[in-house]
């Protein structure tokens, strides 16, 4: 069984469950009391199963060929949709766009639950605005440091860590956090200690940061 499948099925089952909840306790409302109240609260307890089953069939409809979705757009439930990513994961996203919005695929990185490989899968299916088009907050994706002017990692500012590749205000944060708590780093491949930074965003990063 594939991971579609089982998460289809599960919500087959929650909303099933939802469903003989609801009926069980119009039957005992019907049974003790009657009258317009019982009948307001089971057409409440109908809405609300139908409401849960369109959420549902949205979240298991799968990506149709060539559709693609804007991570700092697209509903927790469309987000749901990409392979990879479960409710838990879409929830964090959306949570993470708040803080600043996503100006590469590398940027999801940072969020928890999205590692290399998730990251592959759902690749093909991101359209994230670039230069005029990109969101406030971050700067476009092609405004990283020159070969030139490298950046040092135990010096450098939020600013200066933001002009590397695949770091965002989080990660930058991170960072600054992990450098205060742990010490400065003695080599690039020390970033790999800090949450959200795994081996495909340190490789893209690596020829950009420099110890001094």
Do not use: C
């Amino acid at each position: 069984m594939t991971e579609e499948e089982r998460r289809a099925w599960i919500r087959t089952l929650v909303v099933l469950a939802t469903v003989a909840a609801a009926r069980w306790a119009w039957s005992q409302r019907t049974a003790t009391d009657g009258g317009p109240g019982v009948e307001r609260d089971v057409a409440a307890a109908i809405d609300t199963v139908q409401s849960l089953r369109s959420e549902e069939e949205r979240r298991a409809r799968p990506l149709a060929e060539g559709e693609m979705l804007d991570p700092n757009r697209a509903e927790a439930i469309e987000l749901d949709r990409l392979p990879g990513v479960g409710p838990a994961t879409a929830s964090a996203i959306v949570a993470a766009r708040s803080e600043a919005p996503f100006t590469s695929a590398e940027d999801l990185l940072a969020v928890r639950g999205i590692g290399p490989a998730t990251l592959a899968k759902v690749r093909p299916h991101l359209r994230i605005p670039r230069r005029a088009d990109a969101p406030p907050g971050r700067r476009a994706p092609d405004a990283t440091v020159s070969a030139t002017a490298l950046v040092d990692i135990n010096a450098a500012g939020t600013v200066d860590l933001e002009r590397l590749p695949g770091i965002g205000p989080a990660l930058a944060a991170r960072i600054l956090n992990d450098r205060n708590e742990s010490g400065r780093y003695t080599r690039v491949d020390d970033l790999l200690r800090v949450p959200g930074i795994g081996p495909v965003t340190l490789e893209r990063l690596r020829p950009l940061a420099t110890i001094r």
